[in-house]
């Protein structure tokens, strides 16, 4: 073989090699990639891989679900100390919500993947994520705020966030006719849900600087 072209494919292994180590497996919701493009599709991403491997679960404990709903501007600063406080107070009920959120969120999961040609989500997902929303619109005022008209939810209990979290979700569900479907990684452990927003709609990886490079890196080490 060439040697220049021995030279070449080297300096392109390197070059992805390094990108990777840049990307490492996420670890908590303080860290872990927003590559989802919603809210609720992030949310349905803590969970770090779903295909090839199932896991980790970056939701061990309630304060995780704070943590990740601050981060993503689901809630503000104010309702996230208010919310890390009501758990201490009450850490049964912090339990409760962190189990409810983990089953709407397998829930969501199964439905959105529905969009990318995936398997019918079964009956019982739906009707975990219709009851979740309807529950959620019930505890929602509507009123007038600095930059408009909107629903808000007063968030003061663990319960209140999973309402907070089944909203945006619902928004997401809404909007069906006006984007694009959800799209599914097809990475190497990976299967995080992603709206593509890229001007030809062809985009296939949650993130071409992980899921991308390392797909490529794979097929060069075969090569």
Known sequence: MDPDCVTRKINLYRYNFGSIIGFPMAKSVSTMRLSGGHPALDFVN???SRRGRLGP??????VDLVTFSQ???LIS?????????????SPGAAAKALATGIDLRESLYRVFLEE???AIAPEGDANVVKAAAIVARSHQVFEQLAGGWAWTTKVETPADLV??????AADLLVSRPNRRSVK??????????FLDTSKGGRRIWCSEASCGVHNRVRKFRQS
């Open 46 to 48: 803590t969970v770090d």
């Open 57 to 62: 679960d970056l939701l061990t404990k309630f």
């Open 71 to 73: 981060r993503v501007d």
């Open 77 to 89: 600063g104010a309702a996230a100390a208010t919310l890390r406080q009501a758990a201490e107070a």
């Open 116 to 118: 990318d040609g995936g």
């Open 163 to 168: 309402h907070v979290l089944s909203s945006s």
């Open 184 to 193: 599914e990684c097809k990475g190497d452990n990976c299967g995080w849900l």
